[in-house]
Nanobody, 125 residues
């Protein structure tokens, strides 16, 4: 499966963005999808993920603010981000894992074998 992330941009603190991850290829509904982010000078971190049974998980830093969802009919995964803070500034990537039925938070990063190109999110006043 091939992925393409979009929807990033510049937003003020407290604002919202919805990121989209479009997938092409077969058996999209089989995959687990994760959203990761990387800020300059920082390590990549997992933000959220969704399994093929719609089980979701979130990093503590985004719980209650971000919501991940998927639409298998459209081969899309979304990340709704609310109440954004400057600490959310990063390049966001979506990635797919064939371990679709696993508890997605415990899928090792190296088992996400398809990555999108990234979309920049900047939170600044």
């Amino acid at each position: 499966v091939q992925l393409q992330a979009s929807g990033g941009g510049l937003v003020q603190p407290g604002g919202s963005l919805r990121l989209s991850c479009a997938a092409s290829g077969r058996d999209f509904d089989y995959y687990a999808i994760g959203w990761f982010r990387q800020a300059p000078g920082k390590e990549r971190e997992r933000v959220s993920c969704i399994s093929n049974s719609d089980s979701t998980a979130y990093a503590d830093s985004v719980k209650g603010r971000f919501t991940i969802s998927r639409d298998n009919a459209k081969n899309m995964v979304y990340l709704q981000m609310n109440n954004l803070t400057p600490e959310d500034t990063a390049t966001y990537y979506c990635a797919a894992s064939r371990h679709g039925g696993a508890a997605c938070w415990y899928i090792q990063p190296y088992d996400f074998n398809s990555w999108g190109q990234g979309t920049q999110v900047t939170v600044s006043s």
